[in-house]
RNA sequence: GGAGGGGUGGGUGAGUGGUUAAAGCCACCAGACUGUAAAUCUGGCGUCCGGAAGGGCUUCGCAGGUUCGAAUCCUGCCCCCUCCA
């Protein structure tokens, strides 16, 4: 294990320019690294949100690193502030959780967590610790340290305020409970995006009021999703999740638009700076299918996040079945007895419609048919050829090893009783 | 305490009595193209019956009402928000 302070040009260089959008204050927290101290790296959590995806990663990836060169990350379950919601971003009230709820919330984000994170060199702390207990009076004398105008300077407050839009009061309260953690913990470096920036910078400010070394904010940038347009995030369902089986992940990394394969492999992977500043350039002037090192960014991904046969697997399933337009190894089946239960079988055959209905290919039957009238549906009858099944030909399917094939990658097939 | 704005399909957001299953945009689905689940183009996008043509049913916060006909008008209720004090 490294010893903290010993940092190579290189290694430093590397924690403060890559996946790094800004640093306050950058000399200060350089200085700190060349201390020697073991800096207790803070990182927030929010268990009303128990779901990670690469957006995050980028945050984490970097407290891993950090980890590597010998220093502790401190992971705050914020219970307390989840009851509130942090307003940053969208401004929709959020329900309050039950302790249960958090607890359950809390496990399954630091499973994924350490998928990243080094969880031999990280605490996890819940709020409730410091203000499990916490005094009105106690309140009144940490609100009493800001003002509304100071507040209001939030970007996101102030446009509220000028929209005529409702901000609550616990709102505000939010940037003041994350501020006291850094307190409660003795924080030295705190971690979020660049949103989070007027919160980080409240606790730090605050740390200073209350005689501790002012603690150094660090923001990553913001991670943009499968549709290239807006930040990753599960409510815009244009994630990939951390939890995601191999061949999904792959396939939505391939679904990444092409001018975000540079920044994707800057903040997610190791590659070094000069290959992707040469790949960027390859890229430019057209020399270099975009397709070939967007491969390589969804094999890197899958790998670290299951293993080397699973992203082979999952490039495999890529090649065959999109890119080859043939048939995954592994196809979800259907058995006839099943269907039979339905009624849906007559002899041992089933429509074609029916059977996509009940194997979940089509929501509704409306929509199978528009399916149908699309040219979307396929039978393969025994290994042979694909075969087009159109709306009028809803006809039938036998039973063992007939396949149904829908769009371009869902396929059942059908089994014996 | 007073004044006012608003609740529409997954999301935005039009629509003030029929031509509105409800514009546009986004998302999503499919097809074409590209041997990328990128980009672009085309189409689709409540649901049920029907091979189709077509026809039912359900939907605009909730419950009633007016009308031949209501997302649109009336009454009551619920919820959200803003401003003044």
Not at 83 to 97: C, E, K, V, Y
Not at 236 to 260: C, F, H, I, R, T
Not at 302 to 326: I, P, W
Request: aromatic share 6%; with cysteine; hydrophobic share 40%.
């Amino acid at each position: 294990m490294t010893t903290p302070g010993a940092i190579s040009p290189e290694d430093l260089e590397s924690v403060i320019t890559r996946g790094v959008s800004e640093i306050i204050s950058q000399e200060e927290f350089v200085r700190l690294l060349k201390s020697g101290k073991k800096l207790r790296l803070k990182m927030g959590f929010d268990p009303s949100r128990p779901d990670i995806h690469l957006g995050h990663v980028v945050g984490l990836r970097k407290l891993r690193q950090l980890q590597e060169l010998g220093h502790q990350v401190i992971l705050i379950v914020g219970d307390w502030t989840a009851q509130i919601g942090d307003p940053s971003g969208q401004s929709a009230t959020r329900t309050m959780l039950s302790h249960a709820q958090v607890l359950e919330n809390a496990e399954s984000y630091l499973r994924q967590f350490f998928k990243v994170v080094d969880q031999t060199r990280a605490q996890v702390i819940y709020q409730s610790e410091w203000f499990g207990d916490f005094g009105l009076a106690k309140v009144l004398e940490l609100t009493g340290k800001f003002t509304v105008a100071q507040f209001l300077q939030r970007a996101d407050f102030a446009q509220r305020f000028a929209d005529q839009k409702p901000i609550a009061i616990t709102e505000l309260l939010y940037p003041l409970l994350q501020a006291y953690d850094s307190v409660a913990i003795e924080s030295d470096v705190e971690f979020g995006g660049t949103d989070q920036m007027f919160n980080l910078l409240v606790g730090r400010e605050l740390q200073g009021m209350m005689g501790q070394t002012p603690q150094q904010c660090f923001m990553m940038p913001i991670l943009v999703g499968t549709d290239g347009v807006q930040k990753m995030s599960k409510s815009l369902d244009n994630y990939v999740a951390v939890d995601e089986s191999p061949v999904d992940m792959y396939g939505k990394l391939m679904s990444v638009p092409d001018d975000q394969i540079i920044s994707y492999f800057e903040y997610l992977t190791d590659v070094p700076m000069a290959e992707l500043a040469a790949l960027r350039h390859d890229l430019q002037n057209n020399s270099l299918n975009p397709m070939e090192p967007k491969k390589r960014l969804a094999w890197d991904v899958t790998n670290q996040f299951h293993d080397r046969e699973a992203a082979d697997a999952a490039q495999a399933h890529f090649e065959r079945v999109v890119q080859g337009r043939g048939l995954p190894t592994d196809i979800s089946e259907v058995s006839l007895g099943d269907l039979r239960s339905q009624g849906i079988v007559v002899g041992n055959e089933v429509r074609v419609d029916d059977l996509m209905l009940a194997a979940g290919l089509a929501p509704s039957k409306a929509q199978v048919k528009r399916l149908l009238s699309q040219g979307a549906v396929e039978r393969i009858i025994q290994g042979g050829e694909p075969q087009p099944v159109t709306g009028g030909e809803a006809g039938y399917l036998l039973q063992p090893g007939d396949l149904l094939k829908v769009g371009k990658r869902r396929f059942v097939r059908l089994t014996a009783p």
